[in-house]
């Protein structure tokens, strides 16, 4: 089914460019250490971003006015800045880094503090520190970024819809440059009870995309950051051009707040309107970078979805959650970062974790090992609390 869109559809109008990425996850800090962890198949053990020089950053006084998720966003957008060739400040540069859930550690901290010390004690930074705009603010100053500086948070599709915003920015003539992204830090005992209190949290603590056991997702935290250009300016001034950003869309359920529409409407229509606005049919789509969290619900009605739009010939799918875990308002980011980086490597990676694919997904999983593909566009896909929906499509350049 091709959807009309209009003149003024998301990506209707100038060429977007990604011109660089950045990633900090429980691989390493860098692409490359994510790229290097994804061509495995089995998964790393603890999903948490472990210890990580910020001497390039800053000093320690600055810092320790960021929560970790802000702290997650400056460190991947640097890499991604650093790598586009890029010079602030920007008079026409927008920002969109999004968030899930925001500084929940910095809450839990100073509402600590209150409880043992009093209202006295509590830190004029907090406020600053633990709102869900944090991050996109923190990146903008740092790289002059004065044009657009919005924060998306629609739980786990905040990353992808970061990607869809900051693409139209450039797309539509606001912004010749925009910065998106998403980051998340809430691997805290709180989350993590209300999480697993809501049987959201795998038993087995072991992230299986749509295996036969999956049986829930296992948390994660990091960033994901991508820099967009418009594709003239990028090419007049020399610049590397990693992958073109054609299509976008965002969409609801409207059918419950945490549970998936069975049926997976609101997620095919998403899918259609992406499609459409990059003007592509389902034939065009090389390979799906998938949600795929784990859950027995969302997997199965992302499948329908899938199979629905794609029909018995649906591209190779992969999920990244088996090797990094669901890190919510930064998952979309991340999983954008990694579709950019199979369409310039031309490499599928396995979706970990999983050994047994649950007949009911009819899907072409990628299992065991990376498949090398001739990839042409990928789209991935992000699902969120709420009924949020949203796609966005990737392109190889090809230098014209």
């Known amino acids: 089914m091709r959807v009309a869109v209009t003149e003024s559809g998301p990506l209707q109008g100038r ?27 089995h998964a790393p053990a603890s999903k948490r971003v472990g210890e990580f020089s910020t001497d390039h950053i800053g ?50 901290e100073q509402v600590r503090v209150l409880n043992e010390k009093g209202p006295s004690r509590v830190s004029p930074f907090m406020v600053p520190m633990m709102m869900p705009n944090a991050a996109t603010a923190a990146v903008s100053m740092r790289f002059g ?15 992808t819809h970061a990607i869809g915003n900051a693409a139209r920015l450039v797309a539509s003539g606001r912004s010749t440059v925009a910065v ?11 989350a993590e009870a209300g999480f697993r209190n809501m049987t959201a949290l795998s038993n087995s603590d072991f992230s299986r995309p749509f295996d036969r056991h999956r049986d829930g997702f296992v948390m994660g935290e990091g960033a994901g950051v991508l820099i967009f250009e418009e594709l003239e300016h990028a090419k007049a001034r020399g610049a590397t051009i990693l992958a073109e950003v054609i299509g976008a869309a965002s969409t609801a359920d409207a059918h419950h707040i945490t549970a998936p529409d069975p049926d997976g409407r609101g997620a095919i229509r998403c899918m259609e309107i992406a499609l459409a606005d990059a003007d592509l049919g389902p034939a065009d789509i090389s390979h799906i970078n998938a949600h795929g969290t784990s859950t027995p619900l969302n997997d199965l009605a992302e499948a329908i979805a899938v199979r629905h739009v794609f029909g018995e010939h649906a591209p190779p799918v992969t999920s990244i959650k088996g090797h990094l875990g669901h890190s919510l308002g930064a998952a979309g ?42 990839l042409e566009t990928v789209l991935s896909n992000s699902f969120g609390f709420g009924g949020h929906n949203g796609s966005v499509v990737f392109r190889r350049y090809h230098g014209d």
């Open 333 to 374: 980011a991340l999983e954008g970062v990694v579709s950019v980086l199979s369409l310039q490597r031309q490499i599928i990676p396995p979706t970990a974790g999983t050994t047994e694919l649950d007949p009911a997904i009819s899907l072409d999983v990628v299992l065991d090992a990376p498949r090398s593909a001739h």
């Open 180 to 190: 998106a992204g998403g980051a998340e830090a809430v691997l805290v005992e709180i």
């Open 15 to 41: 060429r977007v460019a990604v011109v660089g990425v950045g990633a900090l996850s429980c691989a390493g800090v860098g692409v490359e250490a994510l790229w290097d962890a994804l061509q495995v198949s």
């Open 59 to 108: 000093g320690p006084k600055e810092l320790r006015r960021l929560d970790p998720f802000t702290l997650f966003a400056v460190v991947a957008a640097q890499e991604a800045w650093t790598s586009s060739g890029l010079v602030g400040p920007l008079e026409d540069a927008g920002c969109v880094v999004s968030t899930g859930i925001g500084g929940l550690q910095t809450i839990l």
């Open 145 to 159: 970024l004065r044009g657009p500086c919005e924060t998306v948070t629609t739980a786990c599709a905040a990353g």
